[in-house]
């Protein structure tokens, strides 16, 4: 079975500084999304990673996978207030001949603070 | 508008009546996912459709649950003699098949909650 981890689960941070979030999953999947959710809304799309190696930015996000470690990083770089939110991790299996569903990490709030 | 609709956004109900939700997705997206999300919690996988055909049931969707697409466009979620235990944010996303990836675009979601 599929498993997705995060961690941190909670993450204050103050505005300015640095911070990484981790996403470790269990079975071989090439393919790993990052999500957003502001409290009470619905998931914003971030970023799609599909290979070993990948790495995408915007803005203060970058996003990188590493397939061979079961691995996606989300770093954030000089964190501002409208960064504060939930982040998901999800991966899927289609790739492998699985499932189309997406499974998700219990996701990492993230409190940046003046 | 271009997303991702959910109707309602919100339903209060009584334990023990039926409750029904309404997705549309973006028009030229093939592939519908239904997901439930309880507080403090990633979504979680109920069903998806590609066109009108439900390949793929999770083990949450019991017997109370149902999901239609008749016709490959709009889809419905039907649950039947609610309890207090689904209670929780529903969610419908859509992709579109034969990309290189399945990137899923989400709704706004329905919030149920069951007295």
């Known amino acids: 079975e599929l498993k997705v981890e995060q961690n941190p689960l909670f993450l204050s941070m103050q505005e300015g500084k640095n911070y990484t979030i981790y996403c470790n999953y269990s079975t071989t999947s090439d393919r790993l999304y990052w999500y957003r959710q502001d409290p009470g809304k619905s998931l914003e799309s971030l970023f799609v990673l599909l290979s070993n190696g990948a790495v995408k930015q915007e803005g203060r996000l970058m996003a990188s996978l590493d397939t061979k470690a079961r691995l996606s990083t989300l770093h954030i770089t000089a964190a501002v207030h409208d960064l504060s939110a939930t982040y998901f991790c999800a991966v899927d299996k289609s790739l492998q001949g699985g499932s189309e569903k997406l499974v998700f990490g219990k996701g990492t709030k993230l409190t940046v603070n003046p | 508008d271009t997303g991702v609709s959910q109707d309602p956004r919100h339903k209060i109900t009584k334990r023990g009546q039926n409750v029904t939700f309404r997705c549309d997705p973006i028009?030229?997206?093939?592939?519908l996912y239904w997901y439930r999300q309880t507080l403090g919690q990633g979504p979680e996988f109920l069903t998806y459709?590609?066109?009108?055909?439900?390949?793929?049931k999770s083990r949450l969707l019991s017997d109370r649950f149902s999901a239609e697409r008749p016709k490959g466009s709009f889809s419905t979620l039907e649950i039947q003699r609610t309890e207090q235990g689904d209670s929780a944010m529903y969610l419908c996303?859509?992709?579109?098949?034969?990309?290189?990836?399945?990137?899923?675009?989400f709704g706004p979601g329905t919030r149920l909650t069951v007295l």
């Open positions: 028009s030229e997206h093939n592939r």
């Open positions: 459709f590609q066109n009108e055909a439900q390949l793929e």
């Open positions: 996303a859509s992709s579109v098949q034969g990309e290189s990836y399945n990137e899923q675009f």
